[in-house]
Antibody, heavy 119, light 109 residues
Framework: QVQLVQSGAEVKKPGASVKVSCKAS????????ISWVRQAPGQGLEWMGW????????NYAQKLQGRVTMTTDTSTSTAYMELRSLRSDDTAVYYC????????????WGQGTLVTVSS | QSVLTQPPSASGTPGQRVTISCSGS????????VNWYQQLPGTAPKLLIY???QRPSGVPDRFSGSKSGTSASLAISGLQSEDEADYYC??????????FGTGTKVTVL
């Protein structure tokens, strides 16, 4: 069965960086992409971008351009999302989601990683 | 900020049919397909409907989706207590962002 297991909760200070991992299993990693979506406390879903595990191509949300980097390690079927220059409004649960490439659609989701930004 | 607008809440009694609307524009729903996600309390979202009206394997046929012009809708027929959740529509925008709706909380009375 498809599983996406994310790294644990993080607490960061404003201005720092965070890197969240997402280990995939149960499917051929390079046949899909990985999207990252975040959800601030009590708020809706916000798409951050996605990366093709097939060729490494990325597409980042305009709002986060320059602050976010998404990468994959095909040898371990793991995706990573790094967010830099953290601010308090980056406090959120961060989700990774397997993403169909042909019709770019996030389908299976990880359990989420809480990132708290606080001084 | 979300560019797809949904009603904040919807409700019904068990067995009823509930419909959730999702309003967008020509740059998103008007030119791309719509997906729907269900988020049960305290859990990750789950894909419910993709490509306007397709159900992934395992999703009950009580859930159905449709699209017309720049709007889409999700219908839940035979409402059950376990359907109490937040529901989000989503679509690609021509700006190359994947945009989510504002979300609708469904309550089973």
């Amino acid at each position: 069965q498809v599983q996406l297991v994310q790294s644990g909760a993080e607490v960061k200070k404003p201005g720092a960086s965070v890197k969240v991992s997402c280990k995939a299993s149960g499917y051929t990693f390079t046949s899909y992409g990985i999207s990252w979506v975040r959800q601030a406390p009590g708020q809706g879903l916000e798409w951050m971008g996605w990366i093709s595990a097939y060729n490494g191509n990325t597409n980042y949300a305009q709002k986060l351009q320059g602050r976010v980097t998404m990468t994959t390690d095909t040898s371990t079927s793991t995706a990573y999302m790094e967010l830099r220059s953290l601010r308090s409004d980056d406090t959120a649960v961060y989700y990774c989601a397997r993403t169909m490439i042909v019709v770019v659609t996030p389908d299976y989701w990880g359990q989420g990683t809480l990132v708290t930004v606080s001084s | 900020q979300s560019v797809l607008t949904q009603p904040p809440s919807a409700s019904g009694t068990p067995g009823q049919r509930v419909t959730i609307s999702c309003s967008g524009s020509s740059s998103n729903i008007g030119s791309n397909t719509v997906n729907w996600y269900q988020q049960l309390p305290g859990t990750a979202p789950k894909l419910l409907i993709y490509s306007n009206n397709q159900r992934p394997s395992g999703v009950p046929d009580r859930f159905s989706g449709s699209k017309s012009g720049t709007s889409a809708s999700l219908a839940i027929s035979g409402l059950q207590s376990e359907d109490e959740a937040d529901y989000y529509c989503a679509a690609w925008d021509d700006s190359l962002d994947y945009v989510f709706g504002t979300g609708t909380k469904v309550t089973v009375l």
